[in-house]
């Protein structure tokens, strides 16, 4: 291989001669420098991208982070109100199982329940054997959902114990006021309502109640509720206690020896309003017994014998 150098100002030239194994070692050097060139600018390429992907990766990381904290605060956050509603929750049902205890106290004195068998401030006996099916395994609902499910049931019950209280209070009422029974609790009848032979004048005439004869002292008792609207002496009548039961009825109790009760007083059935005696126009122990019915006197014998409710 022949090179011939020119030089342009003087104009000479020179000639270099390359054996083979210079022309071989010089084309190595030609082309493996462009390829080393290459190599290492595809290295550095590569090492400055691997570093760019590296920090997109972390400030990806951090992205992730942020979120995640941000979402960890808002459960948190939501899981507090949770609980503080879940707090108001419990006190609103516990003041409606005192309220249904309460009912159900009240219940049972209205309908005159054993106490034992009603006793609302012990839990309710459970039991029953192992039993050999398994059944399905228990999973446990929502709790929130749990507590308002309950709460509607807690609702639902003081309800209906409400109403039952109601008409078991009205049943009371009505039985309270319902004329029935003796006005006393020992004793005998002496004399029928109607016309009769007085005992001071033997003359006939209209005897407006019922007498029962008995021992001085013995209780007189209402035979309904209602209010005393005559506490006194009265002509005829001695000591005389009148009670309006209302609906339009009144009774009365004469010749007592003493009166239990002063007007304006609200009795019950059954309880004493005054003592046997002999006063005013008597001959001796009894009490007279009158029913009146819108303002007219009835015979008092109807209610005497009338089945009690």
């Not at 507090?80 to 707090?87: E, F, H, R, Y």
């Not at 035979?223 to 009548?237: F, L």
Request: proline share 3%; charged share 25%; aromatic share 8%.
């Amino acid at each position: 291989m022949k090179v011939i150098f020119v030089s342009g100002k003087h104009g000479q030239s020179k000639s270099l001669f390359f054996g083979q194994w210079t022309r071989t070692l010089l084309s190595l050097c030609l082309l493996g420098v462009p390829l080393g060139i290459g190599v290492y600018l595809g290295y550095a390429l590569n090492e400055k991208e691997g570093v760019v992907l590296d920090h997109k990766t972390l400030i990806a990381l951090q992205d992730e982070v942020l979120k995640e904290q941000l979402e960890i605060s808002d459960t948190k956050e939501e899981a507090q109100q949770q609980l503080q509603a879940l707090t108001l929750k419990m006190a609103a049902l516990q003041a409606r199982l005192v309220r249904l205890d309460a009912l159900g106290e009240r219940i049972t004195d209205i309908a005159k329940l054993d106490r034992g068998e009603f006793d609302f401030n012990q839990q309710p006996g459970l039991g029953g054997p192992v039993s050999d099916d398994a059944g399905i395994a228990y999973q446990n609902p929502d709790f929130i959902d749990a507590i308002d499910h309950l709460v509607d049931r807690v609702d639902d019950r003081e309800q209906q114990l409400e109403i039952l209280e109601t008409l078991l209070a009205n049943r009371k009422i009505q039985d309270d006021i319902f004329l029935a029974g003796r006005p006393i609790n020992k004793g005998w009848m002496s004399s029928y309502f109607g016309h009769r032979a007085d005992p001071f004048t033997g003359r006939i005439a209209m005897h407006k109640g019922i007498d029962f004869a008995g021992k001085e002292g013995i209780n007189i008792v209402a035979v309904a509720s209602g209010v005393v609207t005559w506490s006194g002496d009265r002509s005829g009548y001695g000591e005389m206690v009148e009670i309006n039961h209302g609906s339009g009825y009144m009774t009365r109790y004469a010749h007592n020896k003493e009166n239990k009760v002063e007007v304006g007083d609200i009795v019950k059935k059954g309880q004493t309003v005054a003592l046997m005696g002999s006063s005013g126009r008597s001959t001796g122990p009894h009490v007279h017994f009158e029913v009146y019915k819108h303002g007219r006197p009835v015979d008092p014998a109807a209610y005497i014998h009338r089945a009690s409710r």
